[in-house]
Protein backbone atom coordinates (compact mmCIF):
# COMPACT_ATOMS: atom_id res chain seq x y z
CA UNK A 1 0.00 0.00 0.00
CA UNK A 2 1.09 3.22 -0.66
CA UNK A 3 2.90 5.69 1.91
CA UNK A 4 2.25 9.38 2.13
CA UNK A 5 5.17 11.34 0.31
CA UNK A 6 5.58 14.39 -1.72
CA UNK A 7 4.46 13.33 -5.08
CA UNK A 8 1.81 12.26 -7.19
CA UNK A 9 0.53 9.03 -7.55
CA UNK A 10 -2.43 6.82 -9.65
CA UNK A 11 -2.88 3.38 -9.22
CA UNK A 12 -5.06 0.32 -10.32
CA UNK A 13 -6.10 -2.26 -8.55
CA UNK A 14 -2.90 -2.71 -6.38
CA UNK A 15 -4.49 -5.11 -3.69
CA UNK A 16 -7.47 -7.13 -3.57
CA UNK A 17 -9.03 -4.41 -1.35
CA UNK A 18 -9.01 -1.92 -4.01
CA UNK A 19 -12.27 -2.33 -5.11
CA UNK A 20 -15.25 -0.18 -5.36
CA UNK A 21 -18.97 -1.07 -6.08
CA UNK A 22 -21.34 -0.07 -9.03
CA UNK A 23 -23.50 3.08 -8.20
CA UNK A 24 -27.03 2.00 -8.15
CA UNK A 25 -28.12 3.97 -10.82
CA UNK A 26 -26.21 1.95 -13.23
CA UNK A 27 -26.92 -1.75 -12.02
CA UNK A 28 -29.50 -1.56 -14.26
CA UNK A 29 -28.31 0.31 -17.55
CA UNK A 30 -28.71 -1.66 -20.19
CA UNK A 31 -25.22 -1.96 -22.40
CA UNK A 32 -22.82 -0.96 -19.42
CA UNK A 33 -19.28 -1.99 -19.93
CA UNK A 34 -17.81 -2.16 -16.52
CA UNK A 35 -13.93 -1.34 -17.29
CA UNK A 36 -12.12 -3.92 -14.86
CA UNK A 37 -9.36 -4.53 -16.66
CA UNK A 38 -7.42 -0.71 -17.41
CA UNK A 39 -3.70 -0.29 -17.56
CA UNK A 40 -1.75 2.55 -18.03
CA UNK A 41 0.05 3.18 -21.03
CA UNK A 42 3.96 3.45 -20.68
CA UNK A 43 4.22 4.70 -24.47
CA UNK A 44 1.82 7.61 -23.47
CA UNK A 45 3.49 8.54 -20.07
CA UNK A 46 4.30 12.38 -19.62
CA UNK A 47 7.35 13.70 -18.62
CA UNK A 48 7.96 13.30 -14.49
CA UNK A 49 5.64 10.21 -14.42
CA UNK A 50 6.56 6.83 -13.25
CA UNK A 51 4.21 3.76 -13.52
CA UNK A 52 5.07 0.70 -11.63
CA UNK A 53 2.77 -2.65 -10.29
CA UNK A 54 2.22 -4.45 -13.69
CA UNK A 55 0.86 -1.01 -15.14
CA UNK A 56 -1.35 -0.30 -12.58
CA UNK A 57 0.32 2.39 -10.49
CA UNK A 58 1.39 5.64 -11.40
CA UNK A 59 2.49 8.03 -9.79
CA UNK A 60 4.55 11.53 -10.26
CA UNK A 61 8.28 11.59 -9.38
CA UNK A 62 9.44 15.21 -10.42
CA UNK A 63 7.27 18.09 -8.16
CA UNK A 64 7.33 20.71 -10.85
CA UNK A 65 4.60 23.25 -11.54
CA UNK A 66 4.00 21.88 -15.15
CA UNK A 67 0.93 20.05 -16.13
CA UNK A 68 1.86 16.15 -17.15
CA UNK A 69 -1.11 13.85 -18.52
CA UNK A 70 -1.08 9.88 -18.40
CA UNK A 71 -3.52 7.98 -20.58
CA UNK A 72 -4.81 4.81 -20.51
CA UNK A 73 -3.68 1.34 -22.75
CA UNK A 74 -6.46 -1.29 -24.17
CA UNK A 75 -9.22 1.06 -24.62
CA UNK A 76 -9.20 3.49 -27.61
CA UNK A 77 -13.36 3.56 -27.65
CA UNK A 78 -15.26 4.28 -30.38
CA UNK A 79 -19.00 3.29 -29.36
CA UNK A 80 -20.47 1.28 -26.25
CA UNK A 81 -21.18 2.45 -22.31
CA UNK A 82 -18.16 2.56 -20.21
CA UNK A 83 -17.24 3.45 -16.58
CA UNK A 84 -14.45 3.07 -14.34
CA UNK A 85 -13.32 4.72 -11.07
CA UNK A 86 -10.53 6.51 -9.59
CA UNK A 87 -9.96 6.93 -5.65
CA UNK A 88 -8.12 9.78 -4.76
CA UNK A 89 -5.62 8.38 -1.80
CA UNK A 90 -4.14 12.22 -1.85
CA UNK A 91 -5.43 15.08 -3.16
CA UNK A 92 -2.48 17.23 -2.42
CA UNK A 93 -2.31 20.55 -0.60
CA UNK A 94 -3.94 22.13 -3.96
CA UNK A 95 -5.99 19.50 -5.39
CA UNK A 96 -4.32 20.36 -8.63
CA UNK A 97 -5.11 16.87 -9.85
CA UNK A 98 -7.65 16.29 -13.14
CA UNK A 99 -9.78 13.40 -14.30
CA UNK A 100 -10.97 13.17 -18.13
CA UNK A 101 -11.08 11.47 -21.41
CA UNK A 102 -8.57 12.68 -24.46
CA UNK A 103 -8.55 11.29 -28.23
CA UNK A 104 -5.51 9.48 -29.90
CA UNK A 105 -4.13 13.19 -30.99
CA UNK A 106 -3.34 14.29 -27.70
CA UNK A 107 0.12 14.85 -27.01
CA UNK A 108 0.87 13.30 -23.34
CA UNK A 109 4.72 14.27 -24.23
CA UNK A 110 3.56 18.25 -24.49
CA UNK A 111 2.67 20.46 -21.36
CA UNK A 112 -1.03 19.59 -21.40
CA UNK A 113 -4.01 19.09 -19.07
CA UNK A 114 -6.93 16.75 -20.04
CA UNK A 115 -9.74 19.44 -21.32
CA UNK A 116 -7.02 21.66 -22.62
CA UNK A 117 -7.48 20.23 -26.23
CA UNK A 118 -10.93 20.79 -28.03
CA UNK A 119 -10.71 16.92 -27.95
CA UNK A 120 -10.29 16.43 -24.24
CA UNK A 121 -12.37 16.56 -21.51
CA UNK A 122 -11.80 16.57 -17.78
CA UNK A 123 -13.50 17.19 -13.99
CA UNK A 124 -10.99 19.61 -11.99
CA UNK A 125 -10.52 18.73 -8.03
CA UNK A 126 -8.99 21.57 -7.27
CA UNK A 127 -12.17 23.88 -7.92
CA UNK A 128 -15.14 21.59 -9.02
CA UNK A 129 -15.29 23.08 -12.67
CA UNK A 130 -15.29 21.18 -15.59
CA UNK A 131 -12.49 21.57 -18.81
CA UNK A 132 -13.21 21.18 -22.40
CA UNK A 133 -10.95 23.36 -24.99
CA UNK A 134 -8.95 25.15 -21.83
CA UNK A 135 -12.28 26.57 -21.21
CA UNK A 136 -13.73 25.74 -17.38
CA UNK A 137 -17.32 26.11 -16.20
CA UNK A 138 -18.58 25.61 -13.02
CA UNK A 139 -19.60 21.88 -12.36
CA UNK A 140 -20.15 21.14 -8.85
CA UNK A 141 -19.00 23.17 -5.06
CA UNK A 142 -18.68 19.23 -3.56
CA UNK A 143 -15.02 19.65 -3.32
CA UNK A 144 -13.52 15.70 -3.96
CA UNK A 145 -11.71 15.00 -0.25
CA UNK A 146 -8.97 12.33 0.29
CA UNK A 147 -10.60 8.58 0.00
CA UNK A 148 -13.20 9.75 -2.54
CA UNK A 149 -14.04 7.50 -5.23
CA UNK A 150 -14.67 9.31 -8.44
CA UNK A 151 -16.88 7.43 -11.43
CA UNK A 152 -16.47 7.87 -14.71
CA UNK A 153 -19.21 6.93 -17.37
CA UNK A 154 -19.13 7.79 -21.40
CA UNK A 155 -21.49 6.90 -22.78
CA UNK A 156 -21.37 7.24 -26.70
CA UNK A 157 -25.39 6.07 -27.00
CA UNK A 158 -26.53 9.42 -25.12
CA UNK A 159 -23.01 11.23 -26.10
CA UNK A 160 -22.54 11.80 -22.34
CA UNK A 161 -19.68 12.41 -20.33
CA UNK A 162 -21.01 11.76 -16.78
CA UNK A 163 -19.46 11.74 -13.46
CA UNK A 164 -19.97 9.82 -10.11
CA UNK A 165 -18.59 10.59 -6.40
CA UNK A 166 -18.64 7.80 -3.36
CA UNK A 167 -21.33 6.00 -5.76
CA UNK A 168 -23.56 9.16 -6.36
CA UNK A 169 -23.63 10.97 -9.40
CA UNK A 170 -22.70 14.19 -9.06
CA UNK A 171 -23.69 15.53 -12.92
CA UNK A 172 -23.14 15.35 -16.59
CA UNK A 173 -20.41 16.97 -17.40
CA UNK A 174 -20.82 17.07 -21.18
CA UNK A 175 -23.31 16.52 -23.31
CA UNK A 176 -23.48 16.41 -28.06
CA UNK A 177 -19.69 14.71 -27.21
CA UNK A 178 -17.86 14.06 -30.92
CA UNK A 179 -18.88 10.63 -32.21
CA UNK A 180 -18.34 9.77 -35.73
CA UNK A 181 -17.95 6.07 -35.47
CA UNK A 182 -14.67 5.05 -35.63
CA UNK A 183 -12.94 8.31 -36.50
CA UNK A 184 -12.83 9.69 -32.78
CA UNK A 185 -11.41 7.26 -30.50
CA UNK A 186 -11.67 7.98 -26.79
CA UNK A 187 -9.10 7.10 -24.10
CA UNK A 188 -9.68 7.69 -20.51
CA UNK A 189 -7.00 10.12 -18.59
CA UNK A 190 -4.84 12.11 -15.68
CA UNK A 191 -3.53 14.96 -15.14
CA UNK A 192 -1.13 15.94 -12.47
CA UNK A 193 0.05 19.70 -11.97
CA UNK A 194 1.16 19.38 -7.78
CA UNK A 195 1.23 16.79 -5.40
CA UNK A 196 -1.61 14.33 -5.05
CA UNK A 197 -2.27 10.93 -5.49
CA UNK A 198 -4.82 8.26 -7.48
CA UNK A 199 -5.75 4.50 -7.47
CA UNK A 200 -8.00 3.52 -10.20
CA UNK A 201 -9.92 0.54 -8.54
CA UNK A 202 -11.85 -2.38 -9.95
CA UNK A 203 -15.39 -2.82 -8.93
CA UNK A 204 -16.45 -5.62 -6.93
CA UNK A 205 -19.35 -7.42 -5.34
CA UNK A 206 -21.93 -9.99 -5.81
CA UNK A 207 -24.57 -10.45 -8.34
CA UNK A 208 -28.22 -11.08 -6.88
CA UNK A 209 -31.23 -12.74 -8.21
CA UNK A 210 -32.90 -9.63 -6.87
CA UNK A 211 -30.03 -7.74 -9.74
CA UNK A 212 -31.27 -9.78 -12.61
CA UNK A 213 -35.27 -9.26 -11.90
CA UNK A 214 -34.61 -5.43 -12.01
CA UNK A 215 -32.90 -5.81 -15.57
CA UNK A 216 -35.33 -8.56 -16.71
CA UNK A 217 -38.49 -7.83 -14.51
CA UNK A 218 -41.08 -9.42 -17.31
CA UNK A 219 -41.49 -12.99 -17.97
CA UNK A 220 -40.33 -13.66 -21.42
CA UNK A 221 -39.86 -16.77 -23.19
CA UNK A 222 -36.82 -17.29 -25.63
CA UNK A 223 -37.48 -18.11 -29.33
CA UNK A 224 -35.66 -19.00 -32.16
CA UNK A 225 -36.85 -17.78 -35.39
CA UNK A 226 -35.44 -17.60 -38.99
CA UNK A 227 -35.62 -13.82 -40.72
CA UNK A 228 -35.10 -13.15 -44.04
CA UNK A 229 -31.70 -10.78 -43.94
CA UNK A 230 -33.32 -7.48 -45.57
CA UNK A 231 -36.12 -7.71 -42.68
CA UNK A 232 -33.76 -8.44 -40.21
CA UNK A 233 -31.89 -5.47 -41.21
CA UNK A 234 -34.79 -3.45 -41.15
CA UNK A 235 -35.47 -4.12 -37.74
CA UNK A 236 -31.59 -3.81 -36.32
CA UNK A 237 -31.54 -0.11 -37.87
CA UNK A 238 -34.90 1.30 -36.76
CA UNK A 239 -34.12 -0.26 -32.92
CA UNK A 240 -30.42 1.87 -33.51
CA UNK A 241 -32.79 4.82 -34.38
CA UNK A 242 -34.31 4.67 -30.95
CA UNK A 243 -30.88 5.34 -28.80
CA UNK A 244 -31.07 7.51 -26.58
CA UNK A 245 -34.54 8.55 -27.11
CA UNK A 246 -36.22 5.72 -25.77
CA UNK A 247 -36.56 1.71 -25.68
CA UNK A 248 -33.96 0.19 -28.39
CA UNK A 249 -32.80 -3.35 -29.20
CA UNK A 250 -29.93 -5.00 -27.33
CA UNK A 251 -27.95 -7.02 -29.50
CA UNK A 252 -24.97 -9.14 -29.93
CA UNK A 253 -23.22 -11.57 -33.26
CA UNK A 254 -23.48 -9.05 -35.58
CA UNK A 255 -21.88 -5.31 -35.64
CA UNK A 256 -22.50 -1.95 -37.66
CA UNK A 257 -19.89 0.12 -38.68
CA UNK A 258 -22.25 3.31 -39.57
CA UNK A 259 -24.25 3.90 -37.08
CA UNK A 260 -26.94 1.25 -38.46
CA UNK A 261 -26.87 2.12 -41.62
CA UNK A 262 -25.13 -1.13 -42.53
CA UNK A 263 -25.65 -4.75 -40.65
CA UNK A 264 -22.42 -7.01 -41.14
CA UNK A 265 -22.09 -10.59 -39.94
CA UNK A 266 -18.62 -12.17 -40.94
CA UNK A 267 -17.94 -8.93 -43.02
CA UNK A 268 -21.14 -9.39 -45.46
CA UNK A 269 -23.67 -6.99 -45.93
CA UNK A 270 -26.83 -9.13 -44.80
CA UNK A 271 -29.50 -6.59 -46.54
CA UNK A 272 -27.62 -7.93 -49.45
CA UNK A 273 -27.91 -11.14 -49.29
CA UNK A 274 -31.27 -13.63 -49.79
CA UNK A 275 -30.43 -15.59 -46.93
CA UNK A 276 -32.62 -16.13 -43.76
CA UNK A 277 -30.62 -16.17 -40.24
CA UNK A 278 -31.03 -17.87 -36.99
CA UNK A 279 -32.59 -14.90 -34.57
CA UNK A 280 -32.83 -15.41 -30.41
CA UNK A 281 -35.19 -12.97 -29.18
CA UNK A 282 -37.70 -13.25 -26.45
CA UNK A 283 -41.81 -13.02 -26.38
CA UNK A 284 -41.83 -8.97 -26.77
CA UNK A 285 -39.86 -8.75 -29.56
CA UNK A 286 -41.41 -11.27 -31.60
CA UNK A 287 -44.46 -10.35 -31.10
CA UNK A 288 -43.69 -6.95 -31.80
CA UNK A 289 -41.45 -6.67 -34.89
CA UNK A 290 -41.45 -10.49 -36.27
CA UNK A 291 -44.95 -11.03 -37.03
CA UNK A 292 -44.20 -11.40 -40.46
CA UNK A 293 -45.31 -14.35 -43.43
CA UNK A 294 -41.32 -14.01 -44.15
CA UNK A 295 -40.49 -14.78 -40.53
CA UNK A 296 -40.63 -18.25 -39.60
CA UNK A 297 -40.79 -19.67 -35.61
CA UNK A 298 -38.23 -22.50 -34.71
CA UNK A 299 -38.96 -23.10 -31.34
CA UNK A 300 -40.03 -21.78 -28.18
CA UNK A 301 -37.91 -22.52 -25.51
CA UNK A 302 -39.70 -22.74 -22.20
CA UNK A 303 -37.67 -20.41 -20.46
CA UNK A 304 -37.95 -17.13 -19.55
CA UNK A 305 -34.97 -14.72 -20.41
CA UNK A 306 -34.40 -14.10 -16.49
CA UNK A 307 -34.14 -17.56 -15.82
CA UNK A 308 -31.61 -17.85 -18.66
CA UNK A 309 -29.39 -15.87 -17.54
CA UNK A 310 -29.52 -17.08 -14.25
CA UNK A 311 -28.64 -20.17 -15.39
CA UNK A 312 -25.77 -18.78 -17.65
CA UNK A 313 -23.97 -16.61 -14.83
CA UNK A 314 -24.15 -19.90 -12.37
CA UNK A 315 -23.05 -22.14 -15.11
CA UNK A 316 -20.58 -19.30 -15.94
CA UNK A 317 -19.28 -18.39 -12.74
CA UNK A 318 -20.02 -20.99 -10.43
CA UNK A 319 -20.11 -20.90 -6.63
CA UNK A 320 -16.60 -21.58 -5.09
Known amino acids: MYQPKKNENIAMNESEGDSVQLPNILKWKVGLIIENDLRFDPASCGSGLFISDENTHLRKIVAIDEWRTYRIMNTEWTEGIHYWSMRIND ?86 LPVHGTDVKYFPAVGFYKLGQWKLYFLTGTITQYDILRVFPFQDNIFSLSVPGSYLANVLSCGMSMKGSGTFLAICG ?24 SVATITYLKDAEFLKPSVTIWREFNITQTQGLINYLQTKYPPC
Open 91 to 176: RGPDGTIMIGIVTKNFDTGSILYPGNTSDSYSFYVHNGNKYNDSNAAAFTTDLPKNSDVIGVLLDFDARTLTYFKNGQIVGTAYGQ
Open 254 to 277: IETLDQGKTWLLTGIDISKTDLNY
